[in-house]
């Protein structure tokens, strides 16, 4: 096999190949860092092996060895954005193809890290005690541990982690005990093992005052203890969404599934963090009906955890056919109309994206280049919905959702353990499809796979629960003030929290709404009461978009009470792209910058482009 490259890491994984890492982490909440020691297994995958470089970004290094001697290092210049500095390793010995060195490095982690966010108590549910939490996904490993941080490789790892005993340490991998700190009868040990192999991305951790509660054979909830109760509601499904997901898929192969809802601060949805899934607290709607967000973080236990993209210019690999298996699994729960329903939701997704970005813009491509790009920017729903809708045209070309899920699932034991590239996924298809060809020639697989914009071609979808939001959607657009009278709570008694979504979707790809438009919308349907923050969302920025002035200090709360980037960027955007209102976006941000997560902040510097040398 050629050797690959990873735009992305510097380490040399064509040369060697981390196959496990023994972790030791002393959590420092006085100093927010991490005293570390890691030690790897690396296999050699050369003749004449001595020099070993590894990925790191703002780490000390403080020794080095190798299988017990010490060892040379040196670590390169901080280079520019996001990549960090490489950390190159003389071995005191030469090694060759198929033998095996234990590397042991000491290190501290930065304050700064970009893979961890730091709360202060006054930042917790509880007020009382600190949390720490990691997000790896894609880059951000390399901050945490010295590793070779690219999904093109794949490793078990075993972990302790010493922790204040008043808190808790859980890590993406199976508890395995643990025990009083040897060293400090103040801190406890909690141990981890992930037996099956993943990428680095998916290392993850949280410590925090945190309780738990068990809904599923397989499955506890976590979170601070006021949100246990909640979270155990709005995810009781779990165990009967694995169910479906391993009937479509295949065995789930990880033991465990838990879910962890974090502080508001989290800047996903969801994370498909190995064993334990975590997810922000904005999916506690009361109701389930964000619970989607488990189906697509549980899909990902076979896309992108057990086949993951080779690198993350292949990121739809792991995100489309998880939105795929996601709405096979809405599909199975609520029916085929719903997975239409949810699909053609996706497409309107991927034309505001376009929108927003640009349709030549590199980053509407579905195999984007990254040789320019850090993965943060490039981040959108373009790989969900254009992977998602690639899909599905397939699916509908080739004999709909029975024949193309016996596809995806046989893709995924042919992977399985592995990683994939675009061209290797294609490759495989082709040869699954190999009698009906013709039908697979006929797709513009260009303009598909390396075109900026829309897709070449748009699927069919059955409207039939989202007929009820176009027209009403249409009614606004079209109604002048003097029929404004005409709308009443009515219109949507019969809604289910999804098309009022999809209705709220649908009128933002619009001209904006006139002012008296968007407070008789307030008058008759009260959005500004609705908890579930999809909606709520949608309706914010309906309003800001309207330029309803006292819709801004709602959008800016919003927009820092809670910190997914999916709703706190548009927020943030929007009202500073509302003129008058661009210095208040500004400062708000400014006020709330030292207590967001590092990513988010780095985001949305970037998105009010302020500079960030000034700040
Ligand atoms: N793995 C992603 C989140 C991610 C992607 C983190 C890239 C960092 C870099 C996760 O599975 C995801 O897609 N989350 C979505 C959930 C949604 C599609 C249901 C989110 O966060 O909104
Ligand atoms: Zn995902």
């Known amino acids: 096999m050629a050797p690959i490259s990873d735009p992305c890491s510097f380490s040399s994984f064509s040369k060697c190949v981390i196959r496990h890492l023994n972790l030791n982490f002393y959590v420092d909440f006085d100093n927010h860092v991490l005293k570390a020691k890691v030690a790897m297994t690396v296999e050699v995958l050369e003749d004449k092996f001595s020099l070993l470089t590894l990925d790191t970004k703002d780490l000390k290094i403080l020794k080095v060895s190798a299988n017990g001697q010490d060892a040379k290092f040196t670590l390169g210049e901080q280079q520019q954005g996001y990549k960090g500095s490489p950390l190159d390793i003389t071995l005191p010995f030469e090694l060759s193809r198929g033998q095996h060195v234990i590397m042991e490095i000491e290190y501290e982690t930065s304050p700064r890290a970009s893979a961890l966010q730091w709360l202060s108590p006054a930042q917790t549910a509880g007020k009382k005690h600190p949390y720490l939490f990691s997000q790896c996904q894609a880059t951000h490993c390399r901050t945490m541990v010295p590793c070779q941080d690219t999904p093109s490789v794949k490793h078990t790892y075993y972990a302790q982690v010493s922790v204040p005993k008043e808190l808790i340490a859980v890590m993406s991998a199976l508890r395995d005990g643990q025990e009083p700190d040897p060293s400090d009868n103040n801190r406890i040990i909690y141990r981890f093992r992930q037996p099956v192999p993943m990428p680095s991305y998916l290392i993850a951790i949280v410590v925090g005052a945190l309780e738990s509660r068990e809904v599923g054979p397989r499955t506890r909830v976590w979170s601070e203890k006021e949100y246990v109760d909640k979270a155990a509601f709005e995810f009781s499904e779990t165990e009967k969404m694995l169910k479906i ?61 057990l086949v993951t993209n080779k690198t993350w210019e292949h990121f739809w690999l792991n995100e489309g056919h998880t939105v795929y298996l996601e709405r096979m699994i809405g599909r199975a729960m609520e029916g085929e109309q719903f997975r239409q329903f949810k699909a053609m939701g996706g497409w309107k997704e991927l034309q505001e994206s376009v929108h927003q970005l640009g349709p030549n813009d590199g980053r509407t491509n579905l195999v984007p280049n990254l040789q320019e790009l850090d993965p943060d920017d490039a981040y959108s729903s373009v790989p969900y919905e254009k992977g998602f809708a690639l899909l599905y045209h397939l699916e509908e070309l080739l004999g709909g959702p029975e024949v193309f899920m016996g596809f995806v699932k046989s893709y995924i034991q042919m992977f399985a353990y592995g990683s994939a590239t675009t061209e290797e996924w294609k490759n495989y298809l082709f040869t699954y499809f190999k009698d009906k060809v013709d039908i697979l020639n006929k797709v513009d697989w260009n303009g598909w796979m390396h075109t900026p914009g829309m897709p070449p071609y748009k699927p069919q979808y059955d409207t039939t629960l989202a007929d009820a939001c176009i027209a009403l959607s249409q009614r606004w ?109 500004i400062k708000t941000f400014k006020e709330h910058k030292d207590e967001m997560h590092p990513v988010t902040a780095i985001m949305v510097t970037r998105d009010l482009k302020i500079d960030s040398t000034g700040l």
């Open 245 to 305: 997901a391993e009937n479509l898929a295949g065995p789930y192969v990880w033991g465990q599934y838990d879910v962890l809802v974090l502080p508001p601060s989290f800047p996903y949805g969801g994370m498909e963090n190995p064993c334990v899934t975590y997810a922000t607290p904005t999916v506690l709607a009361g109701d389930r009906s964000l619970a989607t967000v488990i189906a697509h973080e549980i899909s990902h236990s076979w896309t992108g955890n």
């Open 477 to 585: 657009v079209k109604a002048k003030d003097a029929d404004l009278a005409g709308f009443s709570k009515e219109d949507i008694k019969d809604f289910s929290s999804h098309q009022l979504i999809e209705f709220l979707a649908l009128l933002l790809l619009e001209e904006p709404l006139t002012l008296s438009h968007v407070k008789r919308m307030q008058e008759v349907y009260n959005f500004n009461s609705v908890k579930n923050s999809e909606i709520h969302f949608r309706w914010l920025r309906l309003c800001i978009k309207a330029q309803w002035e006292e819709a801004v200090p709602l959008a800016l709360k919003m927009a820092t009470e809670q910190g997914r980037m999916k709703f706190t960027r548009p927020l943030f955007r929007d009202v500073y792209k509302f003129d008058k209102f661009r210095d208040e976006a």
